[in-house]
């Protein structure tokens, strides 16, 4: 079975602003939320991957990342993680 699912990030800047970025991907079986991040606290400056999707925040801060998956079939699978920015 193929699905085709779209892939949400969703990040909360200190000012309150929400940044999302939508992706889409192809799942060859039940879905199933396996993201990752390369780490949860970082110097101001430096980067941050989220499975697929590069982040790199220039305010000291912690950011409340959700990642979204859903299938063809309405099924949502996510994810949270918290990175804390530092100087």
Not at 38 to 43: D, E, G, H, P, V
Not at 51 to 69: A, F, G, Q
């Amino acid at each position: 079975m193929v699905v085709t699912i779209v892939r949400t990030a969703i990040a909360r800047k200190s000012t309150g602003k929400i940044v999302k970025k939508f992706f889409e991907v192809k799942v060859n079986d039940k879905l199933k939320n396996t993201s990752t991040i390369s780490a949860t606290t970082i110097k101001k400056g430096d980067t941050v991957t989220l499975s697929e999707i590069l982040v790199r925040p220039y305010t000291n801060t912690d950011y409340d990342i959700c990642i979204k998956v859903k299938d063809n079939d309405g099924t949502i699978a996510k994810k949270y993680f918290t990175v804390t920015v530092t100087k």
